[in-house]
C-alpha cells in the first residue's frame, strides 16, 4: 500500500466514524486524490480532515464538510448538478464522480484557471465552468436536480432555488456571521421548500459580483 493510500483510508475511516456513511461519497472521496487541490508547503496535511488555505483568501474545505454536504445533497448518476463556488476545485472533482454533468462558476478568475488545470490533470471532463457572480447561478442551464453552495449566503438563497428542478435538493450554508447553519432546502409539490438544518459551519461569505485581481 502506498503512502497516499494509506493516509486516503485513514481518513476514510475517519468520515465514517462521522457520520459520512455514503459508499458512493466516500468511494469519490477516496478517488481524487486533495494533494492536487492544496498548495505545494501544504502537501502534507493534504489527507488530513482540516481545511487548508488556498489563494485570495479562500480555503478547500474540511474533507468532512465536504463529505457531509456531498452526502446530504444525494448525488444520483445522471443528475446535472450546479456548485457555486469552484475555488479549489476539490469540490467539484467529487461531485465529478457521482453526477451526469457539473456546472461550477466562481468569482476570482485566477482560482477558476487553476481548478480547471487540476481538472484537466485528473481527466475529468463532465465539469463546466464559469467565471460570474455565484449568487446569481447559471439560468442559461437551468433548471438543475442539485445545487450545492460553497460559501455563506447571508439569506435564504432565493435567486437559486429558483434554478432547481421540481423535487431538487440544495444545501448551502446561511448566515451572516462567522459562524453559519448548513442548510438543506428539498422541493416540494406545491412549489415551496421544505428547510432542514443540519449543523454549524465557518464559511467565506458569497460576495456579489465578480472579483477584480491583480
Excluded at 485566477?110 to 490533470?121: F, G, Q
Excluded at 428547510?195 to 472579483?211: D, Y
Aim: glycine share 8%; net charge neutral.
Amino acid at each position: 500500500m502506498s503512502l497516499r493510500d494509506d493516509r486516503a483510508g485513514r481518513l476514510i475511516l475517519s468520515l465514517r466514524r462521522q457520520g459520512v456513511t455514503d459508499a458512493r461519497v466516500l468511494k469519490a472521496m477516496e478517488s481524487i486524490d486533495r494533494a492536487v487541490f492544496v498548495h505545494e508547503k501544504f502537501l502534507d496535511q493534504a489527507w488530513e480532515d482540516q481545511a487548508l488555505p488556498i489563494d485570495c483568501a479562500q480555503t478547500i474545505s474540511q474533507p468532512y464538510i465536504v463529505g457531509l454536504m456531498t452526502q446530504a445533497l444525494d448525488v444520483q448518476p445522471r443528475h446535472r448538478v450546479l456548485e457555486i463556488g469552484t475555488g479549489s476545485g476539490y469540490q467539484c472533482a467529487v461531485l465529478s464522480r457521482m453526477a451526469r454533468f457539473v456546472y461550477s462558476v466562481e468569482r476570482y478568475k485566477s482560482l477558476l484557471t487553476e481548478a480547471e488545470n487540476r481538472l484537466k490533470i485528473l481527466g475529468i471532463d463532465n465539469v463546466f465552468t464559469r467565471h460570474g457572480d455565484g449568487g446569481q447561478g447559471w439560468p442559461e442551464q437551468a433548471p438543475f436536480d442539485r445545487i450545492m453552495v460553497t460559501a455563506a449566503s447571508p439569506h435564504e438563497p432565493t435567486e437559486l432555488l429558483k434554478q432547481l428542478k421540481p423535487g431538487g435538493v440544495l444545501v448551502a450554508p446561511v448566515g451572516r456571521t462567522s459562524v453559519q447553519m448548513l442548510n438543506r432546502y428539498t422541493g416540494q409539490p406545491d412549489g415551496s421548500f421544505q428547510r432542514e438544518s443540519l449543523c454549524e459551519v465557518r464559511f467565506v461569505p458569497l460576495v456579489e459580483g465578480t472579483a477584480k485581481e491583480g
